[in-house]
């Protein structure tokens, strides 16, 4: 997948919101579950499991946080080469709200999972918390 990322002939980079998902898709849930898998010696039925695909999709969901800001720097030359980025397509500011977003849901999940799954209250009290922090970003950037 890293390599059909910006590889000539397949250039996954030019499809912004494609390549944003297959990037943190595989680079996040399918790494971390073929890890947990290999290391533990099971099969491929544990890849559904919720101890496994939760916190597979919060390391997904981290980064896509983070992959549109490893963007940033290279708006010039992505334009040069004709590649629509989502870094490009949001922005540099756009870029920096939606990761910031985008990590404020990451918390809120990794605190859900860690605190108390059973207790959907810590999601919201940690959502309600980062709302100030959201909605600064939010208004900041013009997002």
Known sequence: VSMAYSHPSIRL???PWLSWLIAGLFQGYFTFAMAYAGLSDFGWNIFLKPHVLIPGMLTSLML???????????HR?????????????LGIKGTFGFSALIFALTGA????FFLDRNQEYFFWVYLGAMA???LYF???FNF
Do not use: C, H
């Open 13 to 15: 980079k030019k499809y």
């Open 64 to 74: 896509w946080g983070n992959y549109p800001l490893t963007q940033v720097y290279q």
């Open 138 to 140: 939010l208004l900041w």
């Open 77 to 89: 030359e992505d334009a040069r080469r004709g590649d629509m980025t989502l870094s490009r397509y």
């Open 132 to 134: 100030p922090i959201i």
């Open 109 to 112: 999940g990794f605190v859900w």
